[in-house]
């Protein structure tokens, strides 16, 4: 049930008796001297929680757990989101945590490390920090050229992904994914810089290969990448 919008609390103070009130020969206040009272208001509307209307919703709520056909009511989702949150009270994957620890975790460590050192050194004299072509520089398409746009940064994602696998950091992840987007924006200023150095052939080369970082394979194996049905017409 609700109570007021704004509940009214005592708090005590504590005073001296009527008597004497001077600071200096005043005796200390003793048990029963305690006692003005003042109020003061909370600017929120407060509402008690009641068990007994829960357990009276209870039949309610059971018959909405079995509403439904099954299959069609998004179950795959409450239990990748339960599964989840039990992964994040846990601190670990149970069953899984070893194997992702023993092997996802270096592979993606070494393979992007690989990754980037082949990528960098292919590109030869042409390498450079910056995000804007040299004079120099030519226009690869092939090789992991060939999969994605961006290998230098998919492999340097790759390799914090791992580390951060191995080393159980969750600091390290949540900045991985940071990184994400700083490489998503470098990227964006860097291909800006392409098109106008390569002109036609590097537009060419962002519609033959469509992935900045992951393959177009892996993106649209990303189920919020799929095409999404539109319910037939009634």
Same mark, same amino acid.
């Given at each position: 049930?609700?109570?007021?919008?704004?509940?009214?609390? $005592? $708090?005590?103070?504590?005073?001296?008796?009527?008597?004497?009130?001077?600071?200096?020969?005043?005796?200390?206040?003793?048990?029963?001297?305690?006692?003005?009272?003042?109020?003061?208001?909370?600017?929120?509307?407060?509402?008690?929680?009641?068990?007994?209307?829960?357990?009276?919703?209870?039949?309610?709520?059971?018959?909405?757990?079995?509403?439904?056909?099954?299959?069609?009511?998004?179950?795959?989702?409450?239990?990748?989101?339960?599964?989840?949150?039990?992964?994040?009270?846990?601190?670990?994957?149970?069953?899984?945590?070893?194997?992702?620890?023993?092997?996802?975790?270096?592979?993606?460590?070494?393979?992007?490390?690989? $990754?980037?050192?082949?990528?960098?050194?292919?590109?030869?004299?042409?390498?450079?920090?910056?995000?804007?072509?040299?004079?120099?520089?030519?226009?690869?398409?092939?090789?992991?050229?060939?999969?994605?746009?961006?290998?230098?940064?998919?492999?340097?994602?790759? +390799?914090?992904?791992?580390?951060?696998?191995?080393?159980?950091?969750?600091?390290?992840?949540?900045?991985?994914? +940071?990184?994400?987007?700083?490489?998503?924006?470098?990227?964006?200023?860097?291909?800006? +810089?392409?098109?106008?150095?390569?002109?036609?052939?590097?537009?060419?080369?962002?519609?033959? $290969?469509?992935?900045?970082?992951?393959?177009?394979?892996?993106?649209?194996?990303?189920?919020?990448?799929?095409?999404?049905?539109?319910?037939? +017409?009634?």
């Amino acid at each position: 049930r609700n109570v007021p919008y704004y509940k009214k609390f $005592v $708090v005590l103070k504590s005073t001296l008796q009527d008597g004497d009130k001077s600071a200096n020969t005043s005796p200390a206040p003793k048990g029963g001297d305690i006692i003005k009272s003042e109020t003061f208001e909370w600017p929120v509307e407060i509402k008690e929680f009641d068990f007994s209307e829960l357990v009276k919703n209870f039949e309610s709520i059971r018959k909405n757990v079995l509403q439904g056909t099954m299959g069609t009511r998004g179950e795959v989702y409450v239990a990748l989101q339960a599964g989840l949150v039990l992964c994040i009270l846990l601190g670990t994957i149970p069953f899984l945590g070893k194997i992702l620890f023993a092997i996802l975790g270096p592979s993606l460590l070494l393979g992007g490390l690989a $990754v980037s050192f082949f990528t960098a050194t292919r590109l030869g004299q042409a390498l450079s920090p910056w995000p804007v072509p040299t004079d120099n520089a030519k226009l690869f398409t092939d090789g992991f050229y060939g999969l994605v746009r961006h290998p230098i940064y998919a492999g340097l994602l790759a +390799a914090c992904t791992g580390l951060s696998i191995i080393t159980e950091s969750a600091v390290r992840l949540a900045l991985t994914i +940071a990184l994400l987007y700083l490489l998503e924006l470098k990227a964006n200023f860097e291909e800006k +810089a392409l098109v106008e150095k390569y002109g036609v052939a590097y537009q060419d080369y962002q519609t033959s $290969v469509p992935g900045k970082f992951f393959p177009q394979s892996v993106s649209e194996a990303l189920p919020w990448n799929k095409p999404k049905s539109l319910p037939p +017409a009634k």
